[in-house]
């Protein structure tokens, strides 16, 4: 995959380098904040994460328009 920086919740930058230091896998989740298939993708990346024997990282992406940082604020504190 070609290199991208996405912008965290906190405000910080994180790189596809980043993410997938240290890690076998990297798999990626998109996301509509309000969706209740958010919730569903978080849960199965925990228990994914949880079974595997392998380090796999994972990360949700929020997309649409007009998505800003305190629409996530519920995702972050869960």
Do not use: W
């Amino acid at each position: 995959a070609p290199s991208f920086t996405l912008l965290s919740h906190d405000g910080g930058l994180i790189s596809l380098s980043d993410l997938i230091e240290g890690s076998d896998a990297l798999v990626v989740g998109l996301f509509h904040p309000g969706s209740p298939n958010s919730i569903r993708q978080m849960n199965d990346f925990r228990g994914a994460e949880a079974i595997s024997q392998e380090n796999i990282a994972f990360v949700q992406i929020a997309t649409g328009e007009g998505v800003q940082a305190i629409d996530l604020d519920t995702y972050a504190i869960q």
